[in-house]
């Protein structure tokens, strides 16, 4: 399940139009929109370098590097479309989760 925190510098839109956000970005990299989870944080305070969009992205290790790809720039084009960033103001840094490092309902996820 790829998951998104995005930090972004301005005030958020309503509920509705980030359940669409999920479901334009899930769309595109080919999965179901239980299969994401995009979390926002509006107005957060940043020093030194400014971006408009700071994106945490986890993913697990089952993925392709041509995936990994995919998800990040299809995540990039889908918050630069919705919120009218420029991808110059949009940062996105990806970590790679392996099978046994997450805890979902009350249990180890192990992939393979």
Request: proline share 3%; glycine share 8%.
């Amino acid at each position: 399940m790829p998951i998104a925190t995005c930090f972004l510098r301005r005030k958020l839109a309503d509920t509705v139009d980030l359940q669409y956000v999920a479901a334009k970005w899930a769309m595109q990299i080919g999965v179901a929109i239980e299969d994401v989870c995009l979390t926002f944080v509006p107005h957060y305070g940043q020093g030194g370098q400014q971006y408009e969009a700071l994106v945490n992205l986890y993913l697990p290790s089952l993925w392709s590097a041509d995936q990994v790809e995919k998800i990040q720039l299809g995540l990039l084009e889908v918050l630069t479309d919705h919120f009218g960033f420029q991808s110059k103001d949009v940062f996105i840094i990806t970590s790679i989760v392996q099978s046994g490092h997450v805890v979902e309902n009350g249990k180890i996820v192990k992939w393979e």
